[in-house]
């Protein structure tokens, strides 16, 4: 199964599939390519000292639905050229176009740092610490295109201890992520999750 990573920043769970790989734990996959819209970004460094193919889509104007269109048209050729079998999205901080998540269809996975369908979008750590919630946790779902809302393959819960902060909470949500995202991958490519 070829997979592709879609990251735009520090990029530690494309390293956690990386690492998965070269341990030998992810049976089957192979890890063709690895596209960011962050020029520079840290997940595309890490790919590059990995070894594994890279590409750039910025957006480069203001981001009507016109131009996310044309750069997403072009990422689904890249992806097509590279015969991926799954996109893994990884701390990608685009909205993906509709045609883009039809084009990809069960075959587009994402890894956010809480328990859907609560604190979907953008901190979701720094959310479930101001909604003062006792524990919160990782999804793994394919992607629709709703924002954090297809299906949910795998999840996983973690107490909120008491004096945690952003950091400390990040730091244990983070170890979760980093085993949750590989083991789906391993399941999928052992097929037994069909997409759905
Ligand atoms: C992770 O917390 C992931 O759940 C969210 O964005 C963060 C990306 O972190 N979607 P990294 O770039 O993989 O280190």
Same mark, same amino acid.
Do not use: K, M, Y
């Given at each position: 199964m070829r997979i592709a990573v879609? @990251?735009?920043?520090? =990029?530690?769970?494309?390293?956690a %599939?990386?690492? !998965? %790989?070269? *341990?030998?734990?992810?049976?089957g996959v192979v890890l063709a390519l690895v596209l960011s819209d962050k020029p520079g970004c840290r997940a595309?460094? /890490?790919? &590059?000292?990995?070894? +594994? @193919?890279?590409? &750039?889509? *910025?957006?480069l104007t203001t981001p009507t639905s016109g131009v996310r269109a044309e750069r997403d048209r072009a990422m689904i050729e890249r992806l097509r050229a590279e015969?991926?079998?799954? &996109? +893994?999205l990884a701390g990608y901080m685009q909205i993906l176009s509709a045609e883009f998540v039809?084009?990809? !269809?069960? /075959?587009? %996975?994402? &890894?956010?740092?809480?328990?859907?369908? /609560?604190?979907? =979008?953008?901190? @979701? %750590?720094?959310q479930a610490l101001d909604a003062g919630v006792a524990e919160t946790g990782v999804t793994v779902h394919y992607v629709d295109e709703g924002v954090d809302t297809g299906p949910v393959i795998a999840q996983e819960s973690l107490p909120i201890e008491p004096g945690d902060t952003a950091d400390t909470l990040a730091e244990r949500v983070h170890a979760i992520e980093h085993r949750l995202l590989p083991s789906v991958i391993v399941e999928i490519a052992a097929g037994r999750l069909t997409g759905h």
């Open positions: 879609l @990251a735009s920043g520090n =990029g530690s769970n494309l390293q %599939i990386i690492d !998965a %790989i070269g *341990e030998g734990a992810l049976t595309l460094e /890490r790919a &590059v000292e990995a070894g +594994v @193919a890279t590409g &750039v889509f *910025e957006l015969q991926i079998d799954l &996109v +893994v039809q084009a990809f !269809a069960g /075959r587009l %996975i994402n &890894v956010h740092p809480s328990l859907l369908p /609560r604190f979907p =979008g953008l901190d @979701a %750590i720094g």
